[in-house]
């Protein structure tokens, strides 16, 4: 008997360690779109301003600059986001949080924001220094693959980890 009641803190124990790795390597946010400062560039509700990683769309002035940020604004703004913020430097010098972007599309896909841009013509890669590579990324997303999306990841490492344990505690009896 007491032997399985360890074995159920060890099992919980086991469980909140997978929580926590998984809430580690979330770097993610979902927050709202405020307004759209250019191509490139938003603000939000509860992350600060955010700069769409490895794109690179007209500044003001420059020819361009309007079409894509109507685009932008046209695909995020007032919407909830996703975002996969860099994990080597999360930010840029000026402090924006440097993310790929997914906004919803319909029931089961998201739109990658960034990747959006560059199959508009409105932004070009510019390939930073960071965990990106655009040369990858594809339209659309299926909501499961959306990068560390807070998803039920945790369930199946726990699965796999809980199933181990079991085999090592059962090899010792
Ligand atoms: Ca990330
Ligand atoms: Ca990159």
Redesign the pocket.
Known sequence: MKKEIVFCFLLLFLFLCCLLVVLAAEADATPVVSRVIDGDTFDTTSEGRVRL??VDAPEYGESGYYDAKQFLEDLVDGKTVILDIDDVYETDPYGRLVCVVYVRHNSTHFVNVNKALLVEGVAVIK????????YAWTLYVHENAVPEFPSLLVLPVFMIITLLVVIVYKRKD
């Open positions: 990683a490895d390939n930073y220094d960071n965990e990106f590579s655009p």
